[in-house]
């Protein structure tokens, strides 16, 4: 992942009452606050991934994700969904039954 001018962009889980107080870039395209309303439920925000739970690629949840580039876990990564079912298709004894790598 490549920072863009103002640094790496922040990440976070929010709910939909909350979108009001979000800051976005300025200078791009689109309603942004319309397109994500649309797009959300009311409720509260997911909870985390309980303490030590591996991803398809072994991961940890909401620390790290798989990175492409390095082929390994990053803590500045998210495992994207193609890049879990492509970790989920080559595992072939890569991992034991707990999920760790071998």
Do not use: M, Y
């Amino acid at each position: 992942t490549k920072p863009v001018d103002e640094g790496f962009l922040r990440k976070q889980w929010f709910s939909e009452s909350e979108i009001d107080n979000l800051q976005f870039r300025g200078g791009s395209w689109g309603d942004k606050k319309g397109l994500l309303k649309g797009q959300l439920h009311s409720g509260p925000a997911p909870s985390p991934p309980p303490h030590g739970s591996l991803d398809a690629c072994g991961c940890r949840q909401g620390a790290e994700g798989w990175s492409t580039t390095s082929q390994r876990c990053s803590s500045h990564s998210q495992t994207s969904p193609q890049e879990a079912a492509d970790c989920q298709s080559s595992r072939n004894g890569n991992l034991d039954e707990c999920g760790c790598r071998r």
